[in-house]
């Protein structure tokens, strides 16, 4: 199991940025990757980004392309998002998670992929 705890989430004015960030405790040496995915209100969660926990290579859902980059860091076990440009459809619940189980099949954007969830963090972007 690996735990998850997010963080960096707000209410930030269209146009603004933020950057999520994502702790991860337990049995973090047996990940494979690390998503986000967020969900807004009435809608499914959906793929936002991920990063393969070894090499580091990484994969965006093509409306965030550009405007969103995540990265890690392996010595904190932590994983970020970094927003910018936000637009009012940015405005969501962002989740971290962590994928343990093998074999994992890239580029990894399905949400039953991942075994391990966050509690979220709610992004709010005014227009």
């Known amino acids: 199991q690996v735990q998850l705890v997010e963080s960096g989430g707000g209410l930030v004015q269209a146009g603004g940025s933020l950057k999520l960030s994502c702790a991860a405790s337990?049995?973090?040496?047996?990940?494979?990757?690390m998503g986000w995915f967020r969900q807004a209100p009435g809608k499914e969660r959906e793929f936002v980004a991920r990063?393969?926990?070894?090499?580091?290579?990484?994969y965006y859902a093509d409306s965030v392309k550009g405007r969103f980059t995540i990265s890690r860091d392996n010595a904190k076990n932590a994983v970020y998002l970094q927003i910018v440009s936000l637009k009012p459809e940015d405005t969501a619940v962002y989740y971290c998670?962590?994928?343990?189980?093998?074999?994992?099949?890239?580029?990894?954007?399905?949400?039953?992929?991942?075994?391990?969830w966050g509690q979220g963090t709610q992004v709010t972007v005014s227009s």
């Open positions: 990063i393969k926990w070894s090499s580091g290579s990484t």
């Open positions: 998670a962590a994928a343990t189980k093998s074999p994992f099949v890239w580029p990894g954007t399905q949400t039953h992929q991942y075994d391990n």
């Open positions: 337990g049995r973090t040496f047996s990940t494979n990757a």
